[in-house]
């Protein structure tokens, strides 16, 4: 494997058919002024698809360590499956990391006062500010996992689970 392959630089907009993190337009500003590396946020997620255990391990080590890159990891995360569920799934705000799921909540809390349309990244952050240092990695760790797990519903519940007529 060469130095570029092993750097896990993806085209996410292209693979999800949707903005990436790096993308100056999805954080709608809010990245930079927060000094977002979506980049880095980017090879997170190529080391997690490509099952690059050692280079994940160490991008979430250093991401794991800023407050704005948990948020911007929680905001791709959530508004990935509100995109694709119309909304958080319960689940997502009930199970899982107790982190994650504290940004899931600002997260759903921001939408419903800011309107789905807006992305307030500046929501998530406060939350990650407010949270003890050792719980950003891990909050930071299921980002990624939300994003490639095929929206199993043991983690998100069944997207026909709610309409399904009671007998």
Known sequence: MNLVDHRHERDIARELGGPAPYDPAWLNGQGRALTVDGTAVARLYGAAREGCDHCREDSLEELGRNPAQVA???????TRVTDLFNGLPVEMLENGDPAFRRLAQAYS?????????VRELTDLHEVCLRLDPSALQPAAER?????????????????????????
């Open 143 to 167: 980002a990624p996992q939300v994003l490639l797990s095929a929206f199993d519903p043991a983690l998100f519940g069944s997207p026909i689970g709610a309409y399904a007529p009671e007998d």
């Open 72 to 78: 911007a990891l929680a905001l791709w995360a959530c």
């Open 109 to 117: 809390d921001s939408t419903f006062q800011h309107g789905s349309a």
